[in-house]
């Protein structure tokens, strides 16, 4: 399969809905990173995500769509998760509901549970795709199972470990300018629960609930068979050593708070550095070294970052 790549106009934006119509899958821009998105009511085009990404289909998916009325068609929305979309939708913020039954969403989506992940994207480019293709959109992020997300449409077609010949189109809209995924909640009874670190500060969500999330511990990735088993993710090919503020020689440094070959931000500001975070890591990997990387303070968007960068230092058992 030769991948198209689409420019965000008019004409590009009609052909990926158009594709995405017909089953196929496209990778796609959010303000977060890449997603690699097909119809959540077509099971065959929900197969050929997890078919693109290597993914064990155990591992369910994430549903795109435009607005809170079109969500909620979808999903079971209780007050406080109405107040959260209306706080901070379109955003970078996902939400473990229960599933309408009657949502006609393929089963395949959520691995067969009843909860489903749910999130309204702020990209405009997203937003124009969901306006013209008119349903939900299933994404995962676009990189083979395991590997660094990707925050470009290059990251999406890289020849090492990248997407380019086993998807329809990439939808080119730039690099993504919050740089890690979404952030998910979900409710325990009526406890509100952190399952997921990202682009959202749990600080935020905090201070609109009014209360403490509880924090999940462990891996982010849903798979009640076997807890623990996809620790690693976010891998580069290097060997990674995290909170290390000392130079060694034959690493490659990832600097934070000064400057550097491989700055994520020279001044520590933590927007910044979750914005170059998956780049840098791609291209510190391009070096053929071990990658050290110095400590980044675990609040606000520090606590992505240091979650991401925990599981790309993790022990690979998953090849
Ligand atoms: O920013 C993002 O969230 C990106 C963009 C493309 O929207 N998407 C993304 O999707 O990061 P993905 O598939 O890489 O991560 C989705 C996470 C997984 O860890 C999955 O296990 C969890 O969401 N998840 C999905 N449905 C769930 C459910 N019903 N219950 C609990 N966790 C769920
Ligand atoms: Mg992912």
Redesign the pocket.
Known sequence: MRTERLKPDGDGIARAADLLASGAVVA?P????????GDARNGEAVARIYEAKG?PSF????V?LPNLTAARRIAVFSDEAVALAQAFWPG?L?M?LP?RPDAGIASL???G?E???I?V?ASDVAQELLRRFGGPLA?????ASGRI?PTSPDHVLDPDGGLDGRIAAVLDAGASP?G???T?I?WNGDRPVL??P??LPAEALEEALGRKLARKAG?????PSSPGQMTSHYAPNAALRINAPDMREGETHITFGRPGAFSLSPHGDLTEAAANLFDMLRRADREGLPIAVDPVPDHGLGTAINDRLRRAAAPRNNG
């Open positions: 796609i959010t303000e977060t990173v890449y997603g690699l998105a993914r591992n369910p998916l994430i795109h970078a996902t473990v599933l989506v959520t691995a549970h909860t489903i992940a999130r994207p994404a995962p992020s676009a990189n997300s919050v890690v995924e979404s998910i979900g399952l997921r990202g682009g891996s982010d990735d849903f798979s």
